[in-house]
């Protein structure tokens, strides 16, 4: 028991760290999962949500249980395990162990870790050469000739992971302008409903409800994106299909460039 609390209390510092970046990222899920809810359309939807919610109370309610029972262990039991050793070393006089000059029975004091800082590595200074431009204006213009023009951005098929959620048009990086359907497969063994999404493309993507129905389709209309809706720019486009239990296969995205 006591090797268990002395163990406790060393590694406090550590068990406070790692219950605050639970908390942090707790707190981050409960605003996404409450944003999730508010953009839910469907009851099914807005049911895992409340589900989510509740498995992030009870991790918070796990975290406040092991926080105080480390600060309880390392405060209050240390210090009364450490009254009764002392206790123990006063009533033997005859022990050896318990006199002050026996360097065995004094506490070694746990050394601090302190990172040390890495030194940064200089980065090279990149040389630029200037290209010579020749003076002559016929070779100029042969030079220019020779210069191929700007190619448009090519275009490759959606991300799909799943087979049962496909967007077959329009291709990863299309220019899109105007109504533009939204054709693909959306089906599933015990299939509740899909549903479209789009989000601008960036790091932190906030995806919004864009169409959906709750009959399967096999290689037909989806939807349609609308750009007057949206402004210009980079967006990407995924296909969710939730099964009965809530649940969905990885979703199909795509990105699309909108020019209105």
């Known amino acids: 028991m006591g090797f ?17 970046a639970l908390a ?21 939807e807005r049911d895992k949500a409340l589900d989510d919610l509740y498995r992030i109370f009870l991790s918070a309610l796990l975290m406040l249980a092991v926080m105080g029972f480390t600060y309880f262990a390392s405060t209050t039991l240390r210090a009364a395990m450490l009254t009764v050793d002392s206790s123990t070393g006063l009533a033997s006089p005859g ?29 090279p200074t990149p040389i630029v050469v200037a290209t010579p431009v020749p003076d002559d204006p016929e070779e100029n213009a042969q030079q220019e000739a020779a210069t191929p023009e700007s190619q448009p951005p090519a275009v490759s098929p959606a991300l799909c992971p799943d087979a049962r959620a ?14 533009v359907p ?52 980079t967006y990407t486009v ?5 099964d009965r239990t809530g649940n969905y296969p990885s979703p199909c995205r795509v990105t699309v460039v909108v020019q209105n």
């Open 4 to 20: 268990l609390v002395e163990a406790v209390a060393n590694i406090a510092p550590y068990i406070y760290a790692v219950c605050g």
């Open 24 to 44: 942090l990222f707790q707190l981050y899920r409960t605003w996404q999962v409450r944003s999730e809810r508010r953009q839910a359309v469907f009851s099914l």
């Open 95 to 123: 022990d050896t162990s318990a006199s002050p000059n026996n360097s065995g029975s004094a506490l070694i004091p746990t050394p601090t870790f302190t990172p040390e800082t890495p030194t940064p590595t200089p980065r």
């Open 166 to 179: 496909v967007i077959l048009s329009p291709g990863n990086g299309a220019v899109v302008n105007g109504v």
């Open 182 to 233: 939204i054709v693909g497969t959306a089906q599933h063994d015990q299939f509740s409903f899909y549903k479209l999404e789009i989000a601008p493309s960036g790091a932190n993507q906030s995806f919004s409800y864009l169409a959906g129905a709750e009959s399967p389709v096999v290689g037909g209309l989806l939807g349609n994106l609308d750009s007057s809706n949206v402004a210009a720019g």
């Open 238 to 242: 995924q296909l969710v299909v939730v």
